[in-house]
T-cell receptor
């Protein structure tokens, strides 16, 4: 299957700092990537849809100024958590869409564990 | 057995038995469904998918059944192994933009 990587895999930061997470499609081009957040023992919650060359589309309740998304190329999307606070601590996962309309499988990255102190 | 509570629903099975994980989806317009497996600390891993014009699809040791009448999806795992222990999520797609809506997940525990 298609391979998606994330960097870093784990990050610890102080409250008020910004953290950038990278999502890369390694062996394919992805015009669309998605960013999810997952709290312990819960399901994945979609945060935003990242489209190459255009602005991201955010889900209701997700602050676009706090979670900055940039999809500058067909293989890279970045999520920046600005002025992070302890409540932003979570598991952030990206995915990339592969295929045509009827085979829109999403392949997921390994996730990034963010801990804000 | 299967239980639902404040935490993820859990299913505990004996190694070698068959497992059935159920999912109720929300949107009758959804036309594409996927099952994912997520191990602790990792991202979801694609298992099998099914389109709405099918009611059954088989893979290696896994079968997905779709009942559109009652908006129900199930994942059957044959001869369950300890390596199958993980959280399983169903996801539905009804959006041309490709957005997936995930179910709450079921934690499968395989006893040796």
């Amino acid at each position: 299957g298609a391979v998606v990587s994330q960097h870093p895999s784990r990050v610890i930061c102080k409250s008020g700092t910004s953290v950038k997470i990278e999502c890369r499609s390694l062996d394919f081009q992805a015009t669309t990537m998605f960013w999810y957040r997952q709290f312990p023992k819960q399901s994945l919650m979609l945060m935003a849809t990242s489209n190459e060359g255009s602005k991201a589309t955010y889900e209701q309740g997700v602050e676009k100024d706090k979670f900055l998304i940039n999809h500058a190329s067909l293989t890279l999307s970045t999520l920046t958590v600005t002025s992070a606070h302890p409540e932003d601590s979570s598991f952030y996962i990206c995915s990339a869409r592969v295929g045509t309309r009827y085979q829109e499988t999403q392949y997921f990255g390994p996730g990034t564990r963010l801990l804000v102190l | 057995g299967e239980s639902v509570g404040l935490h993820l629903p859990t299913l505990s099975v004996q190694e070698g038995d068959n497992s059935i994980i159920n999912c109720a989806y929300s949107n009758s317009a959804s036309d594409y469904f996927i099952w994912y497996k997520q191990e602790s600390g990792k991202g979801p891993q694609f298992i099998i998918d099914i389109r709405s014009n099918m009611d059954k699809r088989q893979g290696q040791r896994v079968t997905v059944l779709l009942n559109k009448t009652v908006k129900h999806l199930s994942l059957q795992i044959a001869a369950t192994q300890p390596g199958d222990s993980a959280v399983y999520f169903c996801a539905e797609n009804s959006d041309r933009g490709g957005k997936l809506i995930f179910g709450q997940g079921t934690e499968l525990s395989v006893k040796p």
